[in-house]
């Protein structure tokens, strides 16, 4: 990077950069706590379909701890200048990454990556046949996409196909919609003869359901949260209310009009969080509150950032008693796995 | 960062401004309902913009001569036709033309809020009035446009009938239909004292020299209808080659301006004239005696030449993406520069040179990608502002 793109882009998404192209991941999380979640899940590691974590579900706890400093930073007396120093401001206020995620594992596997653990269960079950790459997953780098670091996400999108190719992958089963999008759509644009099958989770497990019989544990109200990228970049707006659909006990309400391709962001998009926390917050609790009015009792969605952002926005209402969960963690209850 | 830090501040003073919030929501569901509305009525209108889409893919690529055949089509109608390579040259041949001590009756130009226009012309001892009612309010407010069709779309009536009383010296009160009956008394004379009316142009014919001018309140008819001098400043992506083609372009503007129809679609071609006496031609009977078109580039040719970011020239301004961005909802024309939300970002960075604003709007936008589902023109906002974020790395 050069003198001109340190200035100009914010210094929150140069950490979040140098993190990617130093540790492979978007919070720069020592190699060590990478694929915990799954350490007791067995799961094979030399197969020709992998199942694709993302970064996203395995630092949700970190995530949220550092999003509320920086939250609350941004409304304190720092303010307007201290996101755009992410860095220097984790220094200043002694806020220690590595350390956090040292408590964070001292808690054993928590409910952080229950929606990973989930949806492994649920291909399993399914009878789909993956394995994982563990602390060898490669990091997507879409985020060096978005802040137009393209030169980065170039020489990260050759590298990560190689390692990919190095384990004898041929099919990808993502379930963050970033990744999905990068490993599918912006990798192929740097790779020549690019030649890896990429699905999304809700699309795997689609085409594995049709004959099976899926039973909610309760009657319930659920509304769908369309992120950004699975349906405005990707197009996967009808597979996940399919499955919705097809469990039984649940009761599918949805927005009027910001559904779909009409869906609103929730305020979290392209390491905007980061650079606008606050306003970020009001956009998440203006979606939230789009959501909450359908009556539902549980937004179903499907990526972390989504997540966050939706259970933030409830807490901003003052709103009890809305479960905000990703649609894996749903079909595994109504599979019971 | 010291541009970030102003405009973040500012951005944030609006995120906490109710009254935004509030006038924003009601805006938000009446465009929608009118959209939805006046596209089912008029259902063509989508196959349509793909048409137009087309028709501006190809003009934006031929600008300068579209220019050049346009001038010489006004020059043939007795009209006068100027080619402005830069914002300076367009406001020293406006300049040249209005002189000093005039007064001018002036329509909504985002043209010409792009170069500063009446404040040039002001500066220059000229008295300017804003005759659209929201640019008259942003006027009189001494405030900026915070939505291109909706400029005063932030002011509440009660901020109106404020501002309005202290004008007129009477006790106003906020009631809508009051205060349009008061801005329509306060500008009445000005049309017929004006020496001079000043407009844009929403769409113009290359064959013909002809300006579409779309409106719904009557002001850009009289403004440029009853003075003895018109002058319009239309950028140059402005042009499409025939007059078919720009009669596609105004219907698809104004179907996604939320209306199914508008009052009003001027078309002017060339200044008035009559050969009623003697069939002798003769120009000014009653309208304007002159007519002068200012073609401005400032930027245009040199953006039309980059293969992403060209489509910010194929926007037709209908506005229709301001209303689905999650961020103009909560602080209106505060995300923005002299035009507004993501693809701002190009107009500030290709157009105003203003590099920090540019990055300040490009890393503000969420790349959430609403805004190019009810575009029209399919303006593809988040690639462009991933590729205007890259340029902004690379220290381009």
């Not at chain 2, 929201?134 to 915070?146: D, N, V, W």
């Not at chain 2, 190019?372 to 790395?393: N, Q």
């Amino acid at each position: 990077m050069n003198r001109k793109s340190k200035e100009l882009i914010p210094p929150g998404l140069v950490y979040i950069a140098d993190s990617i192209t130093s540790k492979h991941n978007i919070l720069g999380a020592p190699k060590a706590s990478r694929a915990k979640w799954a350490k007791d899940l067995n799961l094979p590691k030399e197969t020709t379909t992998i199942f694709f974590a993302g970064c996203g579900y395995q630092y949700t706890r970190e995530l949220e701890s550092l999003m509320s400093l920086i939250q609350k930073a941004d409304k304190g007396v720092i303010g307007a200048e201290m996101p755009m120093r992410i860095a220097a401001f984790q220094k200043k206020l002694g806020v220690d990454l590595a350390g956090m995620y040292l408590k964070t594992l001292a808690k054993g596997n928590g409910t952080d990556a229950q929606p990973l653990r989930d949806a492994v269960k649920v291909l399993s079950k399914l009878g789909v046949e993956f394995g994982y790459l563990a602390d060898d997953e490669p990091c997507c780098g879409g985020l060096l996409h978005y802040s137009g670091l393209q030169a980065e996400f170039a020489q990260n999108a050759q590298e990560t196909y190689k390692r990919l190719k190095s384990f004898g992958v041929k099919r990808i089963i993502s379930i963050i919609p970033s990744c999905t999008h990068a490993l599918r759509n912006l990798i192929p644009d740097y790779v020549e003869g690019y030649d890896l099958e990429v699905k999304h989770f809700s699309e795997v497990v689609l085409e594995n359901i049709q004959s099976r019989e899926l039973r909610f544990p309760r009657e319930v109200k659920v509304t769908y949260h369309d992120p950004c990228q699975l349906s405005r970049y990707l197009g996967l707006i009808e597979e996940p209310r399919q499955i919705l659909r097809a469990i039984k006990g649940i009761e599918l309400v949805e927005t009027d009009w910001t559904k779909g391709e009409w869906a609103t962001c929730c305020g979290g998009g392209g390491g905007f969080e980061v650079v606008f926390p606050e306003l970020s917050q009001i956009l998440a609790a203006n979606r939230a509150k789009e959501l909450v009015e359908t009556g539902a009792q549980i937004i179903v969605t499907q990526c972390p950032g989504c997540i966050m952002q939706l259970k933030g926005g409830l807490k901003e209402l003052k709103i009890d008693g809305v479960e905000v969960l990703d649609l894996a963690q749903i079909v595994a209850m109504a599979m019971e796995v | 960062m010291s541009i970030f830090t102003d405009y973040k501040k500012e951005l944030m003073d609006a995120a906490h401004n109710d009254r935004i919030r509030i006038a924003l929501s009601r805006a938000i569901a009446s465009y929608r309902a009118n959209t939805n509305k006046a596209l089912k009525k008029f259902p063509h209108t989508i196959k349509m913009a793909e048409e137009v889409r087309v028709i501006k893919e190809k003009a934006i690529s031929e600008m300068e001569k579209l220019a050049q055949q346009a001038c010489e089509s006004i020059e043939e109608n007795k009209g006068k036709a100027y080619i402005a390579k830069t914002a300076d040259d367009a406001l020293n041949i406006i300049g040249e033309l209005v002189g000093k001590n005039k007064l001018i009756v002036k329509g909504k130009s985002m043209t010409g809020e792009e170069i500063g226009l009446r404040e040039y012309l002001e500066e220059h001892g000229n008295e300017v009035y804003e005759t659209d009612l929201g640019e008259f309010i942003i006027q009189k407010l001494e405030s900026r446009p915070m939505h291109i069709l909706s400029p005063a779309i932030h002011v509440p009536k009660e901020d109106v009938a404020q501002l309005f009383s202290k004008i007129t010296g009477q006790e106003l009160q906020p009631d809508v239909e009051t205060l349009v009956a008061t801005a329509r008394n306060l500008l009445r004379d000005k049309y017929f004292r004006a020496d001079i009316g000043i407009s844009g142009s929403n769409v113009v014919a290359a064959d013909t020299g002809t300006l579409f001018l779309i409106e719904n309140e009557g002001n850009i008819r009289l403004a440029t209808g009853a003075p003895p001098i018109h002058i319009a400043l239309v950028g140059m992506e402005k042009l499409v080659p025939t007059l078919g083609d720009a009669w596609k372009v105004a219907e698809v503007t104004w179907r996604y301006a939320n209306y199914s129809i508008p009052s009003y679609i001027s078309l002017v071609s060339g200044p008035s004239k009559t050969g009623d006496i003697e069939k002798v031609t003769t120009y000014g009977a009653h309208g304007p005696k002159e007519m002068h078109v200012i073609f401005m580039d400032a930027g245009r040719t040199n953006l039309a030449r980059h293969p992403i970011l060209r489509q910010a020239l194929y926007c037709l301004r209908c506005g229709g993406c301001l209303y689905e961005c999650p961020i103009f909802a909560v602080t209106a024309g505060h995300f923005g520069d002299k035009y507004f939300a993501g693809i701002g970002a190009v107009w500030a960075a290709m157009i105003s040179q203003n590099v920090e604003k540019a990055a300040s709007i490009a890393y503000t936008c969420l790349t959430c990608g609403r805004c190019k589902i009810r575009c029209p023109m399919k303006i593809d906002t988040p690639e462009m502002i991933v590729e205007l974020r890259k340029l902004i790395a690379e220290g381009a």
